[in-house]
């Protein structure tokens, strides 16, 4: 049969943890296929804030960041901790913060009763648990044509894991409620700012619309445990739907604001604007996800008979509705199962479609359509900071099938 | 105010691990309340093949059985695997099956085409994902006044799990059906039998009746990770509704039978009868579980003010319709919330009670009802063996409110 050429950019994880583009036809699939799976031993050992992962499933791009490999996802629909994605703007805080995380204290403002509140306190006010879909903003950068500057993530920036926390309403509601005239909740995190810099250059501090005051909640929990530091502990907010930068770990202050964060993350950064193009103000925010999916099985090469091509597919704020699964390239689409359990319309959801394929080589790829009928983008256009790739040309995966 | 007074027997961990029991009043709630909160040390430590536990959430009875202490447990439905517990009837097999996982081989009889199939095999016959409450027999025993043999399990001989493998029903369909006349499928562990005993009489096989051929998966993954030795990889059965012991682990031979096994712990072992009986095959096997619930928080004091009262419950077979909370031990109850998400008919539910206290001592406990509206018992008839004490009265937790 004929092979379908797809033509991408393929990286290499080298020697120092630096991706290296690799353009040789053939070789670079395969390459992509190998760093995929974790055929290669890590390159540069775990941080110490995240020693506990397993290091066998986790492509350790800087100290910051940290990205599952691919066919590490299973079909459980729940991302176990210890294999999740890590992503930090600024190192972690020191680790005595979680060690005594109902001491941690947060500031509330733009209430009418505003105050501090420790995380014992929160604890008494209310709980909801919410599955979400964890995305960095750049999860695919490394899929782009283009030279952006951060990790060049592929697909493994994401998870869906379990939060438990207070309902930000229950908090709001206790404190006399919103103060007029805001328009924002902005959430600053608990890092420590190093010296003798402008601290808006760095601080991690975002802001989303109000309207989100009714689904964000402050978690305390992740997957059936408190918050491990390099997941945000003691507290994190969880805006479900929306990039990872937005669920603002550490938090150490939830104002209530007419504008929108002063800080640069929030100013310029994370604004998605054509390639060459300085961030500002007027470009969209990386806010709300996209509709997307991915296969994470097979990703390389599998034996001839029957296969079951599965993955994962979300939809931002609104539950997936189908997924079609394509072994041509994109020519024809067959419609997948969705299995079971459905976590909700923020979670990920599994999907499986059986197929018979004979000896060949393949380009496998899913197309995510959502509850109000917004299908995932064959392309991604290129923008300048490479924000999540969600075509599903090159979220293809090449697989031989022997 | 009045302090009820709940005469129970409670335990106290001794340095070698085997439980005492205390019946000094008021000392014995104050130990219960150490013990389970986790403010001792483990006396013994944890052993190799579940190393990765995270030792303060574990009661180690023995080797075999590891305990999750009752305020772990969180709101987030789904128990992390480091924090579940562990039952072994037989020392876990070496640790290289699960290293090669997908060549583990199962033995399929009285279908119409007998075969044997590995796990890679299995793997493409299809996908199910499905959460379960995993529950020992004999979780609860500890509650119990008299002295059955066996762990004396609390509450923490159960957590809820997301599994992941293939339906039995598409291995059978495979293999050309069910065999004329079978009437139960009987599961064979992999443990090592020791030489020199009739292995009948340590032989981990358990027979189910055969409708649970519809429901039943064959797992290779738990939480989103390949099995871990610990918990019965490279394959488990799980029979969703059911007792642990029938969830055979490691399992290598799945034979559609006549009759049930001839092993001891199917004729005899977790044979429901009264205290001073022997096990015989015509007392109610421990297959279906039943309706139970208990309180996760707060178990031992609680500042005063709100407070969010939690816990979990489960239906065994049926969901959960609803769960009912008493702080004045029985004498009356107020309607919990059940929590999202829910994740099917044999998974847990978190439900949350807020509710205000004066200072005081509070007796408080739990009493969920299924779909089919089957109540939680009050109390739990002894039998010989201790099995699931699932009466809301010993169940309850003694809390100060301060």
Chains 1, 2 share one sequence.
């Not at 501090?116 to 604890?123: A, H």
């Not at 001839?304 to 609104?318: K, L, R, T, Y």
């Not at 299908?375 to 490479?386: A, D, I, L, S």
Request: glycine share 10%.
């Amino acid at each position: 049969m004929d092979t379908p050429v797809v033509h991408r950019r393929h990286f290499l994880i080298g020697a120092a943890g630096v991706a290296v583009a690799s353009t040789v036809p053939g070789m670079g699939g395969l390459a992509f296929a190998q760093e995929a799976i974790g055929t290669q031993a890590p390159t540069t050992p775990l941080p110490d804030y995240a020693s506990w992962k397993k290091p066998e499933a986790m492509i350790v791009h800087t100290e910051l960041t940290l990205e599952t490999r691919r066919p590490f996802i299973g079909t459980s629909s729940v991302v176990p901790s210890n294999i999740l994605f890590v992503r930090n703007n600024l190192e972690p805080p020191d680790s005595a913060i979680v060690a005594d995380a109902d001491a941690w204290e947060v500031a509330f403002e733009g209430v009418a009763q505003p105050r501090t509140m420790t995380v014992r306190e929160l604890k008494q006010l209310g709980i909801a648990t919410v599955p979400t879909v964890l995305q960095c903003s750049g999860n695919g950068r490394g899929l782009f044509d283009h030279e952006a500057s951060g990790s060049p993530w592929l697909t493994g920036a994401a998870g869906c894991v379990v939060w438990s926390g207070v309902p930000l309403r229950a908090v709001v509601d206790a404190l006399g409620g919103v103060a007029e005239g805001a328009r924002f909740v902005t959430n600053t995190g608990g890092e420590v700012i190093p010296e003798g810099i402008d601290a808006n250059e760095v601080l991690v501090e975002r802001s989303v619309p109000i309207e989100n005051v009714d689904t964000i909640i402050l978690a305390w929990e992740m997957n059936g445990e408190p918050v491990p530091l390099a997941h945000g502990g003691p507290l994190r907010v969880i805006v479900p739907g929306y990039y990872g930068v937005n669920n603002v770990k550490y938090v150490k202050r939830i104002a209530f604001t007419e504008a929108e964060s002063e800080a640069d993350i929030q100013q310029t950064g994370y604004r998605v604007r054509p390639v060459g193009e300085s961030g500002a103000p007027d470009q969209p925010s990386m806010w709300q996800m996209k509709v997307k999916s991915w296969v994470t099985h097979p990703v390389v090469e599998t034996p001839s008979g029957p296969i079951q091509i599965h993955g994962v597919a979300f939809g931002g704020i609104n539950p997936v509705q189908r997924v079609e699964v394509s072994t041509d390239d994109g020519q024809s689409w067959q419609e997948a199962q969705l299995l079971d359990p459905d976590l909700g319309r923020y979670a990920w959801r599994s999907f499986v479609l059986p197929v018979e394929l004979p000896s060949g080589t393949y380009s496998i790829t899913s197309r995510a359509t959502d509850s109000e009928g917004n299908v995932q983008e064959q392309t991604t256009e290129p923008n300048h900071r490479g924000y999540d790739y969600s075509g599903w040309d090159r979220l293809a995966v090449e697989v031989t099938v022997l």
